[in-house]
């Protein structure tokens, strides 16, 4: 699960990608007002079964951009 707090109202993106930078799945890609969220990374239903190992996710907003590592355990 990935929570996140907006601020503002703002476009946010999250997309998960490998380790190789290629991306997995696009998890949020949406105008959403102020407030607290959280989705969830569902391993099932990102382009197909995904192994144990080290993905990446990049939150993005029109004013903030973060990067954070994730450990995915089977």
């Known amino acids: ?7 503002v109202t703002s476009q946010i993106s999250i997309i998960v990608y490998d380790i ?7 998890l949020v890609d949406e105008f959403k007002p102020a407030g607290s969220y959280e989705v969830e990374f569902s391993t099932s239903s990102a382009a197909g079964e995904l192994s144990s190992g080290v ?3 990049r939150l ?3 004013e903030f951009t973060e990067t ?3 450990v995915l355990l089977r």
């Open 1 to 7: 699960v990935i929570r996140y707090q907006l601020p």
């Open 20 to 26: 190789l930078g290629n991306e997995v799945v696009t």
């Open 55 to 57: 993905y990446i996710y």
């Open 60 to 62: 993005q907003t029109t």
């Open 68 to 70: 954070r590592k994730m």
